[in-house]
């Protein structure tokens, strides 16, 4: 039996860019998928070119129960740091309107730099795997 420390559901845009992460943080991940293809909704996103986030994201634009639960996160985390990572990976993007912004080819332009992260830290893929139960 194979051992990792994280098992993440979902080869779309949360699940992968959590397993790139956490596996560039030294951790064993694996990503389960049903399908066999990888982030079909990102292929969509944005009329196809993704409007991947907004440079001018702030806590006050999250609507919920607990207005703070994204404060830490978006500290942390900000949109410059996802362009940042973008311009490593030499996507292309532009503001649209009102700090929107979208890649400036294509939405699948994302899909790739995912993966290169994934692969990166070592991620391992099972697809096509569907999860029917998950037992702590
Ligand atoms: C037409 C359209 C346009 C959009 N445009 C934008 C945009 O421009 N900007 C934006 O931020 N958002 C946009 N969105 C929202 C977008 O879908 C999300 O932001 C993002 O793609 C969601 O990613 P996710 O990883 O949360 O979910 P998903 O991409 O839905 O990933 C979930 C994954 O889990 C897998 N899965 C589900 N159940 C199981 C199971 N039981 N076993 C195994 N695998 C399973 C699915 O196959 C899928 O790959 C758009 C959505 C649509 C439909």
């Not at 944005?46 to 919920?64: S, V």
């Not at 309107?97 to 391992?124: T, W, Y």
Request: with cysteine; glycine share 10%.
């Amino acid at each position: 039996m194979q051992k990792f420390d994280v098992v993440i559901v979902g080869a779309g845009a949360a699940g992968l860019f959590c397993a790139g992460v956490a596996g560039q943080l030294g951790l064993k991940v694996l990503v389960l998928d049903h399908s066999d293809k990888v982030a079909e909704k990102i292929r969509i996103s944005g009329g196809g070119r993704c409007n991947f986030t907004n440079k001018d994201t702030t806590p006050a634009n999250f609507l919920g129960e607990n207005p703070h639960f994204c404060r830490s996160a978006l500290a942390r985390y900000t949109p410059r740091d996802f362009t940042e990572l973008l311009q490593r990976h030499g996507v292309a993007f532009h503001e649209k309107h009102k700090g929107q912004l979208f890649c400036d080819n294509s939405a699948e332009d994302i899909i790739p730099m995912l993966l290169r992260e994934c692969d990166k830290g070592g991620v391992k893929r099972w697809q096509p795997c569907s999860i029917k139960n998950i037992r702590f």
